[in-house]
């Protein structure tokens, strides 16, 4: 049974930086984070994949936020630095387990066969 668990949310002013952390356990082929607003629906924010780093990122976030991964640990982090208010969200991470890896695949969350609980990320103004 393949199990995420996130970990390093929580508030933050505008401009300030917070990690986000997501182990997994199982076969992983690419991994990635979406955020989510109520009301609004989940959005796709980064991903990497497992064989060669390769990365993507959302235009909203490009230059603000790294995405990470540590193989011996299984563990993809999100770094977010310079957080505006809209990036306020609850956040999940996805694990991929087969198939491509390209970036319109990674960057749709019907692609990906796992995800964690959700962890709130709000940035006050």
């Known amino acids: 049974q393949v199990q995420l668990v996130e970990s390093g949310g929580g508030l933050v002013q505008t401009g300030g930086s917070l990690r986000l952390s997501c182990a997994a356990s199982?076969?992983?082929?690419?991994m990635g984070w979406f955020r989510q607003v109520p009301g609004k629906e989940r959005e796709f924010v980064t991903a990497i994949t497992w064989s060669d780093r390769s990365t993507y990122y959302a235009d909203s976030v490009k230059g603000r936020f790294t995405i990470s991964r540590d193989n011996a640990k299984n563990t993809v982090y999100l770094q977010m630095n310079s957080l505006k208010p809209e990036d306020t969200a609850v956040y999940y991470c996805?694990?991929?387990?087969?198939?491509?890896?390209?970036?319109?695949?990674?960057?749709?969350?019907?692609?990906?066969?796992?995800w964690g609980q959700g962890t709130q990320v709000t940035v006050s103004s």
């Open positions: 199982g076969r992983t082929v690419a």
């Open positions: 996805a694990l991929k387990t087969r198939g491509l890896v390209l970036a319109n695949v990674l960057a749709v969350g019907a692609h990906y066969d796992y």
